[in-house]
């Protein structure tokens, strides 16, 4: 995709840019989680391209899990609710998990994760979030390893989208809303 084809994108983070933040978030993954095999939660859908690019920053013997959660409709605004639409596939007893997030915004979706999967009876459960938006924040969450902290602009690209669309964006840039 041009960006003669995307006249309402600014980009914010090149792919290269990107790329060499997930190197050290994989890179600092790997030595907090020496000798252990964390489980690896991918929120779907956004997190897919974050995480396919992380998990193979990571020198440990990890798994996979998906799970899919949606709080936002076609919309930029966040409706408030979280809603479970597909569940992991398997039990998180006594696993280190790491939540795999391409952005924590107003923290419902993570808070809501983090509840259940510490209900669920998680030894450990941190989050590796591409972005962080934290003015947005409306529930208190600790995210351990976080790409880019932005500004409160809506983005797209690198998993994140405007009703669907720009998931597949190298880059992350802010939409422009009055387009
Ligand atoms: C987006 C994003 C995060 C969540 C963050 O997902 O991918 O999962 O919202 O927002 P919050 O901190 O305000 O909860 P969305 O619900 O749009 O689903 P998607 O990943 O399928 O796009
Ligand atoms: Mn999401
Ligand atoms: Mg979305």
Do not use: C, W
């Amino acid at each position: 995709m041009s960006e003669f084809d995307q006249p309402q994108l600014s980009v914010l983070f090149t792919a290269e840019q990107i790329q060499a933040r997930i190197r050290a978030l994989g890179a600092a993954i790997t030595a907090d989680y020496a000798g252990r095999s964390p489980l690896l939660v991918v929120v779907l859908k956004g997190a897919v391209p974050f995480a396919a690019d992380l998990v193979r920053t990571i020198d440990l013997a990890v798994t996979m899990d998906f799970i899919a959660v949606s709080s936002y409709g076609a919309s930029t605004k966040s409706s408030g609710e979280v809603r479970l639409l597909k569940d992991l596939d398997a039990s998180l007893r006594e696993q280190e998990v790491i939540i795999v997030e391409d952005i924590v915004d107003t923290g419902l979706t993570l808070s809501y994760l983090l509840d259940m999967f510490r209900r669920r009876g998680a030894a450990s459960v941190r989050v590796a979030a591409l972005l962080d938006k934290p003015e947005r924040r409306q529930r208190e969450v600790h995210v351990t390893y976080v790409g880019f902290t932005i500004p409160n602009e809506f983005v797209v690209g690198f998993g994140l989208d405007y009703a669907e669309r720009y998931r597949n964006l190298p880059y992350v840039a802010i939409l422009n809303p009055s387009l």
